[in-house]
């Protein structure tokens, strides 16, 4: 529910942006235009000036939509070829020899291995128990932080139109506009480095 309202808000902005983008390009459009004869060549300059902007930012504002749909289905993608999501079966089989066999996490395994009641291996169920509390610390913080990278998608997402339609007035908009998209693909990389270094780790159990 949350996620359509936001796509709600990102068309809005889009659409804001587009509507400030027109009135900056009828405004000095009609002073380059209807008044050249009378505007002196100063202001002259700064509205062609303008201009360029507005055609910049205007390439700026398609472009923020291409890169979000880029990041979006690229990473869709991604997931598809690497067979993400297509079964219920975890990643990881224990079979217990003679008893049953079940599929867990790379976590639910270490916690299997420290859960043994063979107490000659005491060293490796002291070791197996010290490496799963690092990796339930690991989890939570791992939880804590795709939780929190949700809501900033969220809010870099409709930042990205509004910085290029102030790219359009001055230059500081087209230095927001630069770090906004390498933060988005930067942000939007984060799931597929997680996929690819979980699979290096089911790989080495």
Request: proline share 2%; with cysteine; charged share 10%.
């Amino acid at each position: 529910m949350v996620n359509n309202i936001v796509k709600i808000i990102i068309r809005i902005v889009i659409y804001l942006a587009a509507v400030i983008l027109i009135t900056i390009l009828i405004w000095h459009g009609l002073h380059t235009v209807g008044r050249g004869a009378s505007g002196t060549p100063i202001s002259m300059k700064e509205h062609k000036e303008a201009l360029n902007r507005f055609a910049l930012s205007l390439l700026m504002l398609v472009s923020s939509v291409v890169v979000m749909a880029i990041c979006i289905f690229g990473t869709q993608e991604f997931f598809r070829l690497m067979k993400v999501d297509e079964s219920n079966e975890l990643p990881v089989r224990i079979n217990v020899e003679g008893a049953y066999s079940f599929s867990t996490t790379p976590t639910g395994y270490i916690r299997y291995m420290a859960s043994t009641d063979n107490w000659q291996n005491c060293t490796s169920k002291v070791g197996y128990t010290f490496v799963y509390c690092i990796m339930t610390l690991l989890n939570v913080v791992v939880v804590a932080f795709m939780g929190a990278r949700i809501f900033l998608m969220w809010f870099v997402s409709i930042l990205g139109p509004i910085f290029a339609a102030l790219s359009a007035i001055n230059e500081q908009g087209i230095n927001r506009y630069r770090s906004w998209v390498v933060l988005y693909l930067s942000l939007s990389a984060v799931p597929v480095i997680m996929c690819l270094l979980n699979r290096i780790m089911i790989n080495a159990i």
